[in-house]
């Protein structure tokens, strides 16, 4: 079987999955700080996005705006590796 | 790392030095794994696989030492299995160039042992954001209860805001919604527009201490989690206070359970000399304690031997006893090699100076003549008539004739050993 392509990251995507990966657990109000965002708004759409693609894992609630700051983002500590040749081959 | 030149240490510090440093390493798997968030040691499940990355480099190093690739008195071996151990198992590199290789079929068991891990790492995630939703919305009513309190907070925001407008817009527009959601619905909506803007900061909440938005009482209760804590430290002193009423070990049985690990040691196939030695060394200081009515009976020199029995008779069965039923029953263990059969009989005629007055030690010395095989109960047969020259009276000279030759029927072996016991178990008077 052909191994999943690498999937396409914007800078945005890329900033928030090198914060993930740097802190292995964070939560959505320290994810926004750390990637100079105001609005929740806009991360809530990229973290939905990651999650979608097997990149991260959340816990918590990620549709709600004013309680995203509460949710934990983090990865699968065994898929750390994966994650950091995903960021490698983007630079 | 040469393991050959290694100290050698008792078996039990050798655990306890793989314990250790496996604790520091699974601390630093957590790390890596869940993170340094505040309150992550107070979630059950983090402590459980704490416990497992502990367990794991216990579980190979005494399973190493089964294999005979390491042994468990070996201080390198200690420390190199303590750190290295997901090396050892995966059989990649090892640190100090090392060349451990678990045994087959370990390795699969890493595979299926990381996805648990992950599992629990997903489990104590939940649990995080759990907790920290709670703490937000605890937070969010104690400020909004006190309107001080919301405008010390809406200060705080301010000062660190990096888009004061922003916030303001937001808070206008949360203002405007006060006539359809209720006042109070929106200055709860509001205090928590201005506590999500704070959370972002790293110690938020220390900062919000500082400035008197949450009292000290809170900060330490609910932030910290100390309540937590004290519901952790009274369940652990209770279940302390109660394992320590009920198990606490008399100085009896902490000399039973050395008598116990000694001879194990003994009997351990692969031990290596030195360890050998230390254990003979221990049991010879077990089977002399200084409280041994019948040892003190027998120093203080004045007593007849009959005294002495009776002493001995009359006391209860010490470590000594102890001791050498261990070493005895160890005998008749099937498969011990005829160099720990030696052993054993060597440890046991050093202390034959409590064979005079005390016949206990070659009583149960013949119940080793129910060995299965014929070449320890020859050696032992020999003991005993050995034993038999520090003694005034002799046995029946058939008894000390008896070869213990191959094809002793049962019935012959029981006879005989009723009439060893019943030999010894008549003072045993010191030959002039």
Redesign the interface.
Known sequence: MAPNPAPQLDELEKKVLAAVLE?????G??L??RV?L???NQLIAVVRKLQAQDLI?V???VLNE??F????I?I???A?EYLYSILKQQV | MELNVSPDLEAYYCYAIVMLVGALVAAGQIRQRIGELPGIWLIGRTWWLFALYVAIPFALFWLLDRTGAVSDTSFFAAVLVGFGYERIITGGSQPGGATLQAPTGMSQFWTPFTAYADRIAAVVRNQAARKRSRLAEQVISFVAADTARVALLEGLAKRFASNVQSLEDRLRAIDGTSETRGATAAAEARTRELYNRMLALPDAHLLMKDEGVITGMFYWRYVKGLNAIAKIAIVVLVIGVAALQAFLPSEQRVRESLADYYVWRISKTNSTSTDQFRARQELYALMHPKSDASAQTARAGSSSPQEVAAAATKSPPGITDYTTEKLVMLLRQPGLPMERVDLVLQILLENRDTVVGNPRMPQRLAEALRSINVDARTRVHESLKFLVEYCKDAPDPGLMAWPSAKGDATADLERKIRAWRDYWAKPCEARS
């Open positions: 802190r292995s657990l964070i939560g109000a320290e926004t700080h100079d105001d609005d929740p894992e816990s918590g609630d004013t309680r700051p509460y949710a934990m983090g699968r500590p065994s750390k």
